[in-house]
């Protein structure tokens, strides 16, 4: 499979997640929807990002018009799709502040038990961050034990091929000394 592929399938793979995500939104307690919304923004920053290198790959390559035009086609069908949920997600932001009354702080207990209420969104806000940048760890790991394999493998092969090459010319050179003899 060659890289334009692969890129638009981990979009369109991203895109499903979002849509996943975007529905259970909807479904959620106010509560949760503070975590699914910080996941959503996570997904809606990595998909501007890949939509991003999706162009810049798209300029970089050499190929006729006619698959040029296709890729655009499909890069701009994927950027309306990313610019719907992102419209659909700020609405949702919009649609949260509206609802979000702030109460009327007299005292200094109900100024203290709503400080409480702010540390603990941030709180979870934080623990969200938290839990996807393990998940990004845990993806630079996986990267890295598999280059370091393909990095093995590679290192195995030009070996044998440099043994063989040697043994080639060892061959070679035997060859032309019993003929010139």
């Known amino acids: 499979?060659?890289?334009?592929?692969?890129?638009?399938?981990k979009i369109k793979s991203l895109l499903r997640a979002l849509e996943s995500d975007s529905r259970e939104y909807d479904r959620s307690s106010e509560l949760f929807?503070?975590?699914?919304?910080?996941r959503i923004t996570k997904k809606l920053a990595e998909l501007a990002i890949e939509?991003?290198?999706?162009?810049a790959f798209l300029n970089s390559t050499t190929i006729n018009q006619t698959e040029l035009e296709k890729r655009k086609v499909t890069i701009n069908e994927l950027?309306?799709?990313?610019e719907k949920y992102d419209l659909k997600?700020?609405?949702h932001i919009v649609k949260i502040k509206s609802e979000e009354k702030p109460p009327a702080k007299t005292s200094p207990f109900e100024m203290q038990i709503q400080l409480k209420k702010d540390q603990d969104i941030m709180i979870d806000e934080l623990y969200v961050s938290s839990e996807n940048l393990h998940m990004y760890c845990d993806n630079i790991g996986e990267e890295l034990d598999v280059h370091n394999n393909l990095l093995t493998n590679f290192e195995k092969m030009v070996d044998k091929n440099a043994n063989s090459m040697e043994?080639?010319?060892a061959k070679l050179e035997a060859y032309i000394q019993q003929t010139s003899n």
């Not at 499979?1 to 399938?9: A, R």
């Not at 929807?33 to 910080?38: F, N, P």
């Open 33 to 38: 929807q503070k975590k699914v919304k910080a």
């Open 167 to 169: 043994r080639t010319k």
């Open 51 to 55: 939509l991003d290198s999706l162009n």
């Open 89 to 91: 997600f700020n609405d």
């Open 79 to 82: 950027q309306k799709e990313y």
């Open 1 to 9: 499979m060659s890289e334009f592929p692969k890129k638009t399938e």
